[in-house]
């Protein structure tokens, strides 16, 4: 007998071509899901400038200008997050999915509660205001360095190089202001203080969490008992955590709610230490219940805590740095409500911080997880203990910087503090080796030693150089924006 004879043949077959060709299809289309919301978003910021300036002159500088401010705070959020949240995701304290919910989170947090409530309008005294006294000069001014710091942002993310957005800015800035108004009307002292910490940030960074990691590693990990020591220091390094995080909130996040001075910050920080020290000590004597004397128990006790610090690092980045993509805006959209080019400061509308805070978020899950696995795990290999240096490291950098009088760059500081963690695994894996070489009667060669290397090379050499480089390029391609613009309007 003969089977039954599947007449549906040529219909199944065409089936199956239509469904090879919707994988197909799909597999293509991918790529351009994220680029797509992205570009919904910006379109949705121009719509919003729109709504709110409807009835005014001047609506279409407005629409364009919320269009390329959405743009810059998407390109925020894909590069300078990274820096944040990779070390903790670097470490296995947190999943990629779990790092974005938290980091999106936490920066529209702090973008709304306690973002930039005033701004500077020419970028902290860049560019004389005077010179920029016309307003239309003063807007496509603007434009042009919103527009160019987003483009330099774009490519250094494409490149996998996490860079200063605030460097972007400034470099933006001056692009536009010496197209403008020429060379003189620069404040070049303050351009060497911003070169000054491209050195300054990373190697600050670098000591402080380097010096962490050898607190933890001669008092906890090398310990006779590593329970007991962990039970001892973890809140004392808890404590130190969240001390260092308020007084950077209360100098840096505060401003818009009560001016506080560096005293004023670091007694909120001594307060606040204190309590999470006290709060924290029966917490982790709970956790270590029935943990193993060894170092994978100690993991997971410094798990939380990094957790905790990834968080506050997002709320702080978010408050401090959306002035980066919607400072501009606000002034453009100033100068264009009023008239005139004030040098002075002004407020932020509750749309164009909307606008800030929602364009971080977006930029940070649609574009971030590329550069977030770039700083945790392809500088040097961190666990939770070494990641929690680095987010430590973040905060007590700034405060110093602060005191100092320094200008720093919070994205040069943490991937500093990675690079510092690696470079002091190097230094001290070498000693270990020659000295057990010693004990043994067999010294490891130099040549053997050398390809021990535990911090990949090659991203020091393209991080740095793109460091370098940002206020040059970003300051080139606004000068030209800006030329464009200015020959157009």
Not at 24 to 36: K, M, Q, Y
Not at 306 to 322: P, Q, R
Not at 405 to 418: E, K, N, R
Request: hydrophobic share 55%; with cysteine; aromatic share 6%.
């Amino acid at each position: 007998m003969t089977g039954p004879v599947n007449q549906w043949k040529t219909l199944d077959k065409d089936l199956g071509r239509i469904g090879r060709l919707e994988e197909a299809s799909l597999f293509i289309s991918r790529p351009l899901v994220a680029p797509g919301i992205a570009l919904a978003f910006i379109v949705l910021a121009g719509l919003a400038g729109l709504v709110f300036f409807h009835a005014q002159p001047g609506v279409m500088v407005v629409i364009a200008a919320a269009a390329i401010g959405a743009y810059m705070a998407l390109n925020i959020g894909a590069n300078d997050v990274a820096n944040n949240m990779g070390p903790a995701v670097g470490a296995n304290a947190l999943s990629m999915g779990g790092a974005l919910l938290i980091a999106a989170v936490c920066e529209t947090a702090g973008a709304l509660i306690a973002g930039g409530d005033v701004v500077k309008t020419i970028s902290s005294g860049i560019v004389a205001p005077e010179a920029l006294a016309d307003s239309a000069t003063f807007v496509w001014a603007m434009m042009a360095a919103l527009l160019a710091a987003a483009l330099w942002l774009n490519l250094a993310t494409a490149l996998g190089a996490p860079v200063s957005t605030t460097h972007s800015i400034v470099g933006g800035v001056v692009g536009a202001g010496v197209a403008a108004a020429g060379f003189a009307a620069v404040n070049w002292g303050a351009i060497g203080m911003i070169a000054a910490s491209w050195v300054i940030s990373p190697v600050l960074g670098g000591i402080i969490a380097a010096g962490f990691l050898a607190v933890i590693k001669a008092k906890v990990m090398y310990a006779e008992d590593k329970i007991w020591a962990a039970q001892k220091w973890v809140p004392a390094l808890t404590g130190i955590m969240a001390g260092s995080f308020a007084a950077y909130l209360a100098l840096k996040g505060l401003s818009k709610v009560i001016t506080i001075d560096l005293g004023g910050a670091v007694a909120i920080g001594i307060v606040t230490g204190a309590a999470a020290w006290a709060v924290s000590m029966p917490l982790i004597r709970r956790q270590s219940e029935g943990l193993e004397n060894r170092k994978k128990s100690l993991k997971k006790m410094f798990s939380l805590p990094l957790v905790i610090a990834a968080g506050l690092l997002s709320f702080a980045h978010g408050a401090n740095d959306v002035a980066n993509a919607v400072g501009p805006l606000a002034a453009i959209v100033d100068v264009v409500r009023v008239g005139g080019a004030g040098g002075g400061s002004v407020s932020i509308p509750i749309w164009v911080m909307v606008i800030g805070a929602g364009g971080i978020s977006f930029g940070l899950v649609l574009f971030g997880p590329k550069l977030i696995r770039m700083v945790g795990s392809e500088i040097t290999k961190l666990n939770p203990m070494r990641a929690f240096c680095v987010a430590l490291s973040a905060a007590l950098t700034v405060i110093v910087a602060s005191a100092l009088g320094l200008p720093v760059s919070s994205t040069h500081i943490a991937v500093g503090a990675v690079f510092g963690v690696g470079f002091y695994r190097e230094w001290h894996a070498e000693r270990r080796a020659r000295m057990l070489g010693l004990q043994k009667g067999k010294p490891v060669p130099p040549e053997e030693r050398s390809r021990r290397k535990l911090v990949r090379r090659s991203h020091f050499a393209t991080i740095a150089a793109a460091w370098v480089v940002t206020v040059p390029v970003s300051a080139l391609l606004s000068a030209g924006i800006f030329l464009v613009l200015n020959a157009f309007a």
